[in-house]
């Protein structure tokens, strides 16, 4: 089954002092989506922070208007299941994240939960910062999960733009977070229908 293309600019590589307008712009541009990276630091026990920290987020982005809350299964391991229905109780779509070194085989229970994630987003660089090179080694657990799961969204982020696309596109991705190549561009419309048109083509659509 075909799943649309979903483009989705990140915000971490927008001009922060204009936000709003930087929004504005790329849904004229043609977005679908806009991805906003949320990093806390945290001085205190990892248990504190997944435990209250966490479930004030999903409050706080469902009251300033998100329409998604992605979170790492690498610090919601033994509570997922009450964060999935915590962000579909906000009126909100649950998807999880996984790091370059996190195995696939660790979504798999979120996806086939009879409460399951609506989208896996797999990172091909390392979370922190844009501009940094894609990973074609993460092309696998694309696949892998495409196989499985053929109408699951599966999102991409990190090094993606016109050069990298088709490696993600033809692998089975089908949401594609971009940053550097988006706004770093003369013309971010064109690369977002370039972006567009590969994953369009490598689903039949
Ligand atoms: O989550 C992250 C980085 O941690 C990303 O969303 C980047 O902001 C993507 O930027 P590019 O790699 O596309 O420049
Ligand atoms: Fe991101």
């Known amino acids: 089954m075909a799943v649309k293309a979903k483009i989705a600019p990140s915000m971490l590589s927008s001009d922060f002092a204009n936000l709003a307008t930087e929004a504005e712009r790329m849904l004229l541009c043609g977005a679908d989506w806009l991805h906003m990276d949320i990093m806390v630091i ?3 026990s990892f248990e504190k922070f997944h435990l209250f920290v966490l479930f004030d987020y999903v409050e706080a982005l469902a009251k300033a208007g998100a329409s998604g809350f992605t979170f790492h299964i690498e ?6 299941r009450e964060l999935i229905q915590s962000i579909k109780t906000k009126g909100m779509r ?3 994240s996984l790091k370059p070194g996190t195995p696939i085989e660790e979504v798999y229970a979120l996806v086939e939960d009879e409460n399951p994630v609506e989208m896996v987003l797999i990172m091909t ?3 922190g910062f844009g501009g940094q090179k894609f990973m074609p080694e993460m092309m696998d657990k694309v696949r892998a999960l495409r196989k499985k ?3 699951l969204d599966i999102e991409v982020d990190g090094g993606l733009g016109p050069s990298t696309i088709e490696m993600a596109a033809s692998a089975g991705a089908n949401c594609i977070v971009a940053g550097s190549s988006i706004f770093g561009a003369a013309e971010p419309a064109k690369v977002i229908a370039i972006l567009r048109e590969s994953v369009d083509k490598a689903q039949g659509s």
């Open 42 to 44: 945290y001085l205190f």
């Open 149 to 151: 799961y053929p109408s």
């Open 75 to 80: 610090v919601s391991k033994d509570n997922w």
């Open 125 to 127: 660089v390392e979370p």
């Open 94 to 96: 649950p998807g999880v």
